[in-house]
């Protein structure tokens, strides 16, 4: 625990054997459960934590499922709704089974995937077991060990003491990020972080492509987890349905760490063009549920206003175009509706991000 706070670490792994030891054994002492999801790997991965739970015999708290906590009354209909809804969304979620015959005393938890997922979704269900069980705080640490533990605290404390409701590592402000991340990650992961900040609305945000993260127990009932995105742009979705949900977000230092055994199963030239849409269509979430649907704001118009001169611009674009090309005259009036649509749609599309980041600066900490 950290100042009375129960804190659970999420593991999510595929085909691990050889790395799950060493992040099981590094673990912190203040991290009440390690939560490992074994999205049905093809080696060994289950049969060796399972090695750690049966000779574990390190003193923990127990922990109680709270699905059944709240009690019918007057005044808690509302509340018994989302009770039952929560008992209800398990279909939604990756099939799974827990392992450990008594999770509410065990440190080490197994969950095992009936059906391989996507990393995405073995986030999804960790977070469900440790919502259902009630955790504070709940980090998120890859199998493979490319994370470092010493760093999970500096993680954890501004959820535990400042009430943040999401914690984020960042590799690229840290002085080693050039030297040490490889350059084509590093170039990915940066034009990642550029498109996620409009689709997301953190503007401060970067290097939005790292699982090391921590969320709070507010966070984590504020947004659907069973519709994470299932795949490696996870993270990027989480910081769209944790702005929509007006949660606040800080950005911690943390190092860079390769070359420790890990196996990267992401492409990058594939993830790229995957995730730019996946964003493109978050970004449109975001606008309507955010700024028409929950609380109205101007820029929600300027936006759409943007969108429509710029579709009207574009055939007048072809013209220009084609015009030059062909080395043809053009009237007056077609020169002047290019330029003008032309300029008008950036003008407002600058003025609405602007906006933009101005209201969401309340959540960026």
Not at 95 to 108: A, F, T
Not at 115 to 124: F, H, M, S, V
Not at 320 to 347: C, D, H, M, R
Request: charged fraction near 20%.
């Amino acid at each position: 625990m950290l100042n009375n706070k129960t804190i659970a670490v999420i593991v999510p792994c595929y085909n691990e054997e050889t790395q799950i030891g060493m992040v099981i054994e590094t673990m912190p002492d203040f991290v009440d459960r390690i939560v490992v999801i074994n999205d049905k790997s093809k080696d060994h991965t289950a049969e060796v934590v399972m090695e750690y739970i049966q000779k574990d015999s390190s003193p923990t708290i127990r922990i109680e499922n709270i699905l059944n906590n709240i009690k019918p009354g007057r005044f808690n209909r509302a509340n018994m709704v989302v009770q039952n809804l929560q008992k209800e969304e398990g279909k939604f979620y990756t099939p799974s089974e827990v392992v450990n015959s008594n999770p509410e005393e065990s440190r080490i938890i197994l969950i095992n995937h009936l059906e391989n997922g996507g990393k995405g979704a073995g986030i999804a269900t960790g977070y469900k077991w440790a919502k259902d069980y009630g955790i504070d705080c709940v980090a998120t640490m890859d199998g493979d060990g490319q994370m470092d533990p010493d760093e999970l605290e500096s993680l954890c404390l501004p959820i535990v003491n400042e009430g943040i409701d999401y914690v984020k590592g960042n590799r690229l402000i840290h002085r080693s990020a050039l030297l040490v991340i490889p350059k084509v990650r590093y170039l990915g992961n940066s034009v990642l972080s550029i498109l996620t900040k409009l689709a997301s609305g953190y503007w401060h945000v970067s290097d939005t492509q790292t699982g090391y993260t921590a969320i709070s127990n507010k966070a984590l009932n504020s947004i659907r987890l069973y519709d994470i995105y299932h795949s490696y742009g996870y993270p990027n979705d989480m910081l769209v349905k944790l702005n929509i949900a007006f949660c606040t977000l800080k950005e911690v230092e943390i190092k860079p760490v390769y070359d420790v055994g890990e196996q990267s199963k992401m492409k990058i030239l594939k993830v790229i063009p995957t995730i730019s849409w996946l964003l493109l269509r978050s970004f449109v979430k975001r606008l309507w549920h955010k700024y028409l649907f929950r609380d109205f704001h101007p820029l929600f118009l300027l936006y759409h206003f943007s969108f429509l001169l710029g579709l009207i611009w574009i055939p007048y674009l072809w013209k220009v175009g084609k015009a030059i090309i062909l080395g043809n005259n053009l009237s007056f009036e077609t020169l002047f509706a290019f330029t003008f649509l032309g300029i008008s749609a950036v003008q407002s599309f600058l003025f609405a991000m602007w906006m933009d980041i101005q209201d969401n600066e309340r959540l960026y900490k």
